[in-house]
């Protein structure tokens, strides 16, 4: 198993990363062989991946335009930000309400990089980039940048996208979640989408599986119940847990059939 959190293994360039591979599988340019090697192993299993890849953000687009918008939040806290691409999540706020803050939250180092170099905020708000884990939750919350920049005595949008399933069980994501959730205020928000198994032939999850265990384990999918987990005490907002394509599709659009994306989406706000 690879160990994601020594520095030097935070910098190897020989083994797959999450944000690089999803950056391969987006069209980007920002990756390397290994990125792409296992990019391809999982695409000739499921070959819908680059489709879900752009499914994903076209969810974190509509989620975070209804918290700027309908929910009137005006502060993100953004973990898992993954490379620059369109419209990341400052974008998507600040077209809605320019005053928005963000702070973008990755453990890894290339992201953190190019997020300081392009992830640049409009005049009226503010955006800090901080180097953390989020299995060490509390080190996300004792950032001196995430106070500077955001006032946790106001509702925050907590944004975990496509991040908790590279979060194994024996590393608490539940309280990882958990614990982020207990330090906003009542009327603040949360936005999850999880890659899962769920609907694929026995066959398939058999291959998915040893291409993810040739990259020592990087993602544990999860069930709908497993990620519905997550939401408990919180109050969850219509349509609910959904494939992403069926979570407040745009008007006019078809949503893809969920097979083919294989990740739930939901957003809930904290009572
Ligand atoms: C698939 S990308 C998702 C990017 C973006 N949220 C989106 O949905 O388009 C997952 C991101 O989570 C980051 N990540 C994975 N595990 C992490 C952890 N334990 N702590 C912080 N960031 C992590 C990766 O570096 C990567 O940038």
Redesign the pocket.
């Known amino acids: 198993m690879s160990d ?1 959190t020594s520095p030097a293994a935070k910098l190897d360039t020989n083994v797959a ?3 690089r591979r ?1 950056n391969y599988w987006l069209g980007g340019k920002d990756n390397f062989a290994a990125d792409r090697l296992s990019g391809d192993q999982v695409a000739a299993v499921f070959p819908t991946v680059k489709r879900a ?1 752009q499914e ?2 076209r969810f ?1 687009r509509r989620a975070v335009g209804f918290l700027a918008g309908e929910a009137g939040i005006r502060q993100f806290l ?6 620059p ?1 369109a419209d990341n999540t400052h974008e998507v706020a600040q077209r809605i309400a320019p005053e928005s803050r963000v702070v973008y ?4 180092p290339l ?1 953190m990089a190019h997020a300081r170099a392009l992830l640049t905020s409009s005049p009226e708000g503010k955006s800090a980039y901080i180097e ?4 060490d939750p509390q080190s996300i919350l004792d950032a001196p940048e995430l106070h500077a920049t955001l006032d946790l005595g106001r509702p925050v949008g907590l ?1 975990l ?3 908790l399933h ?2 194994r069980d024996f590393e608490d994501p539940y309280g990882a979640v958990g614990r982020l959730v207990a330090a906003l205020p009542s009327g603040s928000f949360v936005v999850l ?1 999880h890659g899962t198994y769920d609907g694929l032939p026995a066959e398939t999850v058999a291959k998915l599986e040893e291409a993810n265990a040739a990259t020592g384990g990087l993602s544990r999918p999860r069930s709908r119940d497993e990620f519905a987990r997550f939401f408990t005490g919180l109050d969850l907002v219509d349509p609910g847990v959904l494939p992403i394509g069926d979570w407040r599709p745009e008007p006019g659009s078809t949503p893809p059939d969920p097979i083919d994306i294989c990740m739930y989406g939901a957003v809930a706000r904290i009572p």
């Open positions: 994601t990363h999450p944000a999803y890849a994903n953000r974190l953004d973990v898992g930000t993954g490379l691409t939250v990755d453990n890894d992201v953390r884990d989020l299995r944004t996208v496509a991040i590279f979060v989408s």
